[in-house]
Each structure stands twice: as structure tokens, then as C-alpha cells.
């Protein structure tokens, strides 16, 4: 069975998701999960406060991916 791996990246009280939803995704893909808290951002932290650090996360965790291969096709 494939192992998928996840960042979580979520507000610390989200208002609008369910905290344990992201424990019942985290064991269906049965694979590494990074968690990342955010403070001061909202539920849409791609656009708020902490949107360098979710971008940074997310390069982080796609180049640390074992499956992660790079293309410069563009």
C-alpha cells in the first residue's frame, strides 16, 4: 500500500475545521505529517499574515519529498 505524505498547515483555533479532522486525513494516507500551527493567521492562511511561512513550509516539504523531482520544462 502507498504511503502518502502531508503538511498540515492550520490556524490554531480554526473556527471553520473541525482539529480532529486533519488526525482522520493524517491516518488515511498512512504516511509522514508535518504539522504547522499558525497564530496569527485565519482559516485562509495562504492569503493572511503567515503566508511566507506556509510558502516556505510547502517548498520545504515538496523538496524533502523522496518522490519529489524537479522539472525546469517551462
Not at 495562504?46 to 523522496?66: G, I, M, Y
Request: proline fraction near 4%.
Amino acid at each position: 500500500e502507498r504511503a502518502w505524505g502531508t503538511i498540515e498547515q492550520k490556524k490554531e483555533n480554526d473556527e471553520v475545521v473541525d482539529p480532529a479532522s486533519s488526525d482522520v486525513i493524517a491516518a488515511a494516507l498512512n504516511g509522514e505529517v508535518r504539522r504547522l500551527y499558525l497564530r496569527r493567521s485565519g482559516h485562509v492562511a495562504t492569503l493572511d499574515n503567515e503566508r511566507p511561512l506556509v510558502q516556505r513550509a510547502t517548498v520545504d516539504f515538496v523538496s524533502d519529498s523522496k518522490d519529489f523531482r524537479p522539472t525546469h520544462d517551462r
